[in-house]
Structures are given as structure tokens and as C-alpha cells.
């Protein structure tokens, strides 16, 4: 099967990686009509934005049977959890429109830690070591945790916003939280929780589209999580990404795909669970090998701001090969150059901040970047900060220090009221890069001085 060669899209979302994702598809030619519901004030360059919240299934049959749309793609976790492709899936009047994202079942990789850890031992995919606990069996908990080494990681079972995890050092904080947890300080979403062994390395987001049989590995990224430079502070949603990610060679690559991807997707086939869209799995390098964090059923946030402006192919295509299974006669084309995201953010965030601050400058950002919406609104004819992330900046260039420096630039062309955001985006991938090219400048000098040594012992 195929989609018309005009398509009408209706993309679920609002963030950074829904505008990026609709100035993505805008750029294609099978495109007729994109609508972005909700959308921000960027998508609204890129398509027209519907009122109407993506978990709202009612309004967005509605939406997609009066405007004749072709295609649906689900951009946030929450419709999918809540079972957005089975409702298209399961209804007479809307089944035959195909939804980008996951089955209710699949969501699970994301909706429930337990669900995934479970499906990750099943399958033989390396994760850290893990119990789950609830009210029934917390009495087990303090034996478990005693055979770990702190720090401690508590996470709570279901979707808490990105901060349903915690890592403690101390073992009766730990048991303390725990106890917290079960007891309600996350609601509904940390009556399990469970505890796994820490893992020490370097994360790694990659990312796959599949159509539940076959798989395309899209670009992968490195998010920047802490509020601060240096990785300090509190957790956010991300303040920056680049891609692509200097450790994440062949080498590394190849044991992703060997012993993650290809177990994943044969995993969810075996299992038979409905899976077509995109897959998020956070890695941890521990030493040279990938061990999975997560696995999130959706793509990244601000990871989409640097993924999508790498490929060079046409995403409908790539959609295509999702929902009708025809994933692999598709070409996908990642362009070499290196891509950096900075995201702005508002004072507070990811504390509390205010909202509907004028962002000046918009209009003047030149053309060196890619400037991604994520909280703002319009409002009459001023764009206003509608979120805690604001606006993401993409540049591309030869080098992770070229593609910064010019974010870091178009950055400097607009404001808003307590505009804060990360200075050293990429600083430590440079020093990795820098580490290996000293490394490898070193290992053939000595290379070859021996050679030299050896011809000139031969003279
Ligand atoms: P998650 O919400 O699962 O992505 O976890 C949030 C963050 O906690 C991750 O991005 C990691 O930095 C960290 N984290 C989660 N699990 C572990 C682990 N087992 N070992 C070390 N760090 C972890
Ligand atoms: N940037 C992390 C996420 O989208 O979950």
C-alpha cells in the first residue's frame, strides 16, 4: 500500500520537536495540507495549527474525517500511552488513515519502567540490574539494595514528566524516597518503583524508525539534561543537543544494532505488539559497550531539533515506509555535517516561571540557523513564552565548535524577559574529540619514530 502522492498531514504536538518535525515535512513535495494540533507560534510558519490537544481522540476524528486527512503523526507520549493507535485502528470511519507511533502495547516501552525491563530481559538486550517494588513486597526492598552499590536509582513505574528518577547516594535516603515513592509523591505514576544498579558511563540517545519488521537507525544525539554548565543542577526536559555524537563510532554503532536494535524490533515482533513509528533508547557507554537506560516511544526533545535537519531524504517516504510496511525500499540520507541545538528557556524553569514574556529580535535572526518554537504562543502579532523551554536554536557546520558558536550567535539576536540557557552546549564532546586526536597524533608519531628507528637499524 501507499499514501497519495499528495498527502494531508495532521501532526500531534507542540514543542520544539513538533516544530522541528513540521518544518521537516513542510519541506516535502508530496506534502498538500499540514495541520499542527496544537502547534506553537513556529509551526504556525510551517502549516496552519488546530486547537485541539492531542489526547482529545473525539476532536481529532472529527478534525481528520472533515479535512480529509491522509496521515497522522503523534509527536508526544501521552496520546500513545493512551492508546491513540488503537483508537484509530479499532474505529470503522478512521481506521484506514495510518498513525506514525506505536500501539498501546508498545507504548508500554515508555508508560511502564517495569513493562520495558521485563521486555529487555526477555529478549537478552543489556540494562542495568532491576527489582520491581510496590506497597506488597517494599519489605525486600532493603536486601535488594544492599547487594547494589550506591548511588541508588529510583524510578517510578509510569509516566512522571521526566522526573519520576532519582539517584541517591545514601542508602537510607534511598530507602526513605523509596518509601516516599510508593506512598504517593509522584501520584498513580510511583506506586512501583523500581530500583536498578547504576551504571557509570557516557549517555547516548539513538533513534529507529521501523514498521514493526524492518528499521532505519536515524541519526544519533547527546542531550544536555542539567540546568547548568558543567551538568549542574536540576533535570530539565533538555537544554541542548548535538548530533552526531563523536564516541558513538562504527565500532560502538555496530554493537548497538547487534545486541539493542535488532533484538528490540524482533522482540516486539515475536511478541506481537504493534509497532510502528519511532523508538527513542537512551544508552549508557559503560566502557565501549551500550547498555539501555530507556527507551522512550516517541523521538527526543530537543534531540529532533539536531536528527531531523541531518536527514537529507524525504520524510513522507520515510512515513510511508513505517505505516505500510515498506520500510526497507526506502532510502534515508543523513547529511555528515555536525548539528547543534541550544534551547532558551525561561527564568525559574524547570522551577516555577512566568509565562507570556515578549521575545524580541525574532524577526532578525539572519540565516545562520534553524530557529525551533517550543513554548510560545502568538499573541496578536507578538510571539510570547508560552513554556518552560522556549525556543530552540539549530545550526549545522563542519565541527561541534562551528555549529555552536553559530547558535551561540543567533541566540545573541533575540531575548525575552529572564532568558537563560546553557553556555557550554558540545564543550565536553569537543574535549573528547581533542582527547582522541592527541591520542592518535601521539600513537603514529610513535608509530612512526619506531619505523624510523627500525629503517634506519636496517640501513
Ligand atoms: P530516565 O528518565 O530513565 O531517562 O532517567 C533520567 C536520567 O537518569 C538518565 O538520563 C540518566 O542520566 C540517569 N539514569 C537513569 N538510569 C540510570 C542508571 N541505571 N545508571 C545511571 N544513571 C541513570
Ligand atoms: N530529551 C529527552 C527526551 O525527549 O526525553
Redesign the pocket.
Known sequence: MKLPQQVNVLLLGSGG?EHAFAWKISQSERVAKLYIAPGNAGTAGCGINVDIAPTNFAGIKQFVLSSNINLVVVGPEEPLVKGIHDFFAGDPEIRYIPVVGPSVDGARLEGSKQFAKDFMTRNNIPTAAYKSFSKENIGEAEEFMRKLKPPYVLKANGLAA?KGVLIIDDFNTALEELGAMINGKFGAAGSKVVIEEYLSGIEV?VFVATDGTNYKILPEAK?Y?RIGDGDTGLNT??MG?VSPVPFADEAFMQKVEERIIKPTIDGLKKENITYKGFI?I?LMNVGGDPYVIEY?V??????TEVVLPRIKSDIIELFEGIVYDTLKDKELVIAPETAVTVMTVSGGYPGDYQKGMVIEGLADTGDESIVFHAGTALKGKEVVTAGGRVISVTSLAGSIKDAAAASYRTIGKFSFEGMNYRKDIGKDLIKIVNAAARKSAASSTKKSTTKSAKSSSEK
Open positions: 520537536r521526566g540517545s542531550d539534561k526536559g533538555g543537543a527513542f537512551g522512550n516517541r523521538m527526543g526533545d530537543p534531540e
